[in-house]
């Protein structure tokens, strides 16, 4: 009997599914094509009284179940090559304007454009047809026919790509209308709360920028997987359960049934990268997803996604020359332009990028750099961002911009009476010797009417910003907001910044070999050659074979020449990071591949989310993401992160402690 049950249940169900689209509904149709579409289907009369017994009739209401006409064409597709032809659309409807019974405009939009649809006549075979419309919700889905035609001269609308044909109705079918008011218009040039926004993401999604943003997307990754698989990379797919290991970023971890026992998503495929060099694969990619449970701001994702690269037997300017030659193929598909004209990109040191612009990835598109003013005692010196008479800012601004980590820096206003002695009345009994004004305003091209920014900081460079690196970026903007400072959109300055140190002070300042110091890249990356000596006795002093590339002042991507001695890997983990033996252990599968026999070998991660953010020209990462989570961690759609039943907690034997 339930067998029985099973199949009736199963006959109903695919009947429902496959009726024909003459249904008794309010749809609207004109003519009789949609019901020649069932001609041959084999399915009974769908006019049929007992087709829908005992079936609640609200089941039904506002939506059409089974075939529907195939579409020809996509709405922004059609132009003036198309009139005379006749055409099937599917899209969501837009605001109809009704001039008459005879006279009705609906705009009829997809993922390519719109385009307007025109119900004209008052023949009493289209009634049905101008009653759907006028009943119809914004945002309804809909199918029509009709013939492309030519609009009248004065109604052609240079604004849409469509504008000089629209689409004479013949059959419009509702295949599923809004059942609920909407929380906003995708249409609607003025955006609600991005949590809205969020919370209702497919709404969101409908919007032409997002649209826009999610092809992009797709096309660079094509691109992307394209020219490795072109320059012999072979992409692998790498466990998402990984371990917990002390690689600095704190893990997400996932509990298993086994008391106890927890796997980390990975924070990166790094060491599973590592091994598949000692595997002998030999140039490996992968477009892969990471996870850290970090503070989130505009970009950054608690999971992000990586082009992920490894390449065995390669220098560091190997490996910079393929990503170079990657990153022209995506600008020169998605954007028509050749990045740096087609030469190498250029590379900066980085003492030079923080002591010339405040940061480990300074953006060169603007000037404002800061200048060395003078040594000063204790190990630290006296720097400058020098203001031109021509950029007048009100004093208001410049006292907001010196205001930087509950410190007032020092403002000078040259003029004639101090441009010979404003650096010793300030500083005098601090900076070392005798300051030669003349030489200093000379460096400096100081003359009266100039304003200075000055700073003192400590003369070893470390972290990524200085205080003065903070001023420079806030100045570029404030001055961009008032006009005077212009940066164009369409301009890409790539840079790389290379000879970082391999290890970095401690969140205690720690700077000598007998405090803790943490890896400035990642515990994996090789220290440059000529310092090696330097790793037992300065090991803060050790440069790291690290790069980074910088865009436009945005990181895009970070790698490294590898460690690939088990012994140097061993000393770096236990002698200069001073991991406990628990910590060091959960290594052992590195060393043991190291040990094997591995090839030198390097490689880079591509923040790829951050890079269509820049490709498609909006602040935040967010809006290069499908379903990103919000500004605190949530995924406001579906309601994550979310509780678990006493029943799951039990399971996994985890007891939750309140706050």
Known sequence: ???????????????????????????????????????????????????????????????????????????????????????????????IRKFSDGLIFLPLRDHSGTVQVVLKGSDTDKSNARQCLQDLTRESVICVEGRVVARDASAVNLKMTTGHIEIDLTSVRVLNKTHRALPFLPTNQTLVGEEIRLKYRCLDLRRDTLQNNLRNRSLA??????????????????????????????????????????????QSPQQYKQLLMASGVDRYFQIAKCFRDEDLRADRQPEFTQIDLEVSFGSARDIQTLVEGLVRSVWKRLKGVEVCDGEPFPRMNYQLAMSKYGSDKPDTRFGLEIQHVADMANDTILEAIVL??????????????????????????????????????????????????????????????????????????????????????????????????????????????????????????????????????????????????LLQSSPEKVRGQHYDLVLNGVEIGGGSIRIHSPKLQTFVFEQILKMTPLE????????????????????????????????????????????????????????????????????????????
């Open 1 to 95: 009997m339930q067998a029985i049950r099973a199949r009736r249940a199963a006959n109903a169900l695919r009947t429902l599914v496959r009726v024909s689209l003459k249904q008794p509904a309010p749809i609207g149709v004109i003519g009789s094509h949609f019901s020649r579409r069932h001609s041959s289907t084999g399915l009974p009369p769908t006019d049929s009284p007992d087709l829908f017994k005992g079936l609640p009739s609200e089941l039904l209401e506002g939506v059409t179940f089974g075939d529907y006409p195939t579409r020809t064409h996509k709405c922004g597709q059609l132009n003036s090559t198309n009139i005379g032809e006749h055409v099937v659309l599917t899209g969501w409807a837009q605001n």
């Open 221 to 266: 990754a094509w691109v992307v997987r394209d020219y490795l698989m072109q320059n012999d990379f072979v992409e692998v797919e790498t466990p998402m359960l990984f371990k917990s290991t002390p690689e600095g970023a704190r893990e997400f971890v996932v509990p298993t049934r086994n008391s106890g026992s927890f796997y980390a998503l990975p």
């Open 584 to 659: 060091s252990s959960r290594f052992n599968h590195l060393i043991d591949a190291l040990s094997f026999g591995c090839p030198p070998h390097g490689g880079i991660a591509l923040g790829f989310d951050r890079m269509m953010a820049i490709l498609c020209e909006t602040a935040s990462i967010r809006d290069v993401i499908a379903f990103p989570k919000s500004a605190t961690g949530r995924d406001l759609v579906v309601g994550s992160p979310s509780g678990l039943t006493e029943q799951q907690l039990g399971e996994y034997r985890i007891q939750v402690v309140a706050d």
């Open 388 to 533: 031109k008479k021509a950029i007048k800012l009100p004093s208001s601004d410049l006292k907001k911009l010196a205001q930087q980590d509950n410190k007032a820096l020092p403002i000078v206003k040259i003029g004639e009476n101090n441009i010979s002695t404003w650096a010793q009345a300030m500083f005098g009994d601090q900076i070392k010797g005798t300051v030669d004004a003349t030489k200093v305003n000379a460096k400096l091209d100081v003359q009266p009417g100039d304003c200075l920014v000055l700073n003192t900081r400590p003369a070893f460079l470390s972290g990524g910003q200085t205080l003065l690196g903070k001023v420079r970026l806030e100045l570029a903007s404030t001055l961009q907001s008032k006009g005077l400072l212009q940066i164009p959109s369409s301009q890409y300055n790539f840079l790389w910044v290379e000879g970082f140190p391999l290890f970095s002070p401690g969140e205690d300042g720690a700077t000598t070999a007998s405090d803790r110091l943490s890896a400035t890249h990642h515990p994996f990356t090789a220290p440059v050659a000529e310092d090696l000596h």
